[in-house]
Nanobody, 122 residues
Framework: VQLQASGGGLVQAGGSLRVSCAASGRTFSSYTVGWFRQAPGKEREFLASINWLGGTAYADSVKGRFTISRDIAENTVYLQMNSLEPEDTAVYYC?????????????????WGRGTQVTVSS
């Protein structure tokens, strides 16, 4: 499966942004999809995951602010980000796994898309 993340951009603190992860080559419906981000000089960190049943999981740092969802017909997974803070500035990546359970670790996802830059100004 090939993944393409999009929707990043520049937003002011307190604002919202939705990033998208479109899949091609295979349907997303049986995959677990995760969102990660990597800020300069930092490790890539887990943000959210959604499995084939629609079950979700979030990192504590984004719980209540970010929402992961999917559109099976569009073969796309979204990450809605609200109440953005300058600390959310990073490159955002989506990833997929054929294992049908929630995954939180980077090495549990074999398929990755190119990232999309999100910049939050103060």
């Amino acid at each position: 499966v090939q993944l393409q993340a999009s929707g990043g951009g520049l937003v002011q603190a307190g604002g919202s942004l939705r990033v998208s992860c479109a899949a091609s080559g295979r349907t997303f419906s049986s995959y677990t999809v995760g969102w990660f981000r990597q800020a300069p000089g930092k490790e890539r960190e887990f943000l959210a995951s959604i499995n084939w049943l629609g079950g979700t999981a979030y990192a504590d740092s984004v719980k209540g602010r970010f929402t992961i969802s999917r559109d099976i017909a569009e073969n796309t997974v979204y990450l809605q980000m609200n109440s953005l803070e300058p600390e959310d500035t990073a490159v955002y990546y989506c990833a997929a796994s054929e294992v049908p359970y929630i995954r939180r670790l980077r090495n549990e996802y074999p398929y990755w898309g190119r990232g999309t830059q999100v910049t939050v100004s103060s």
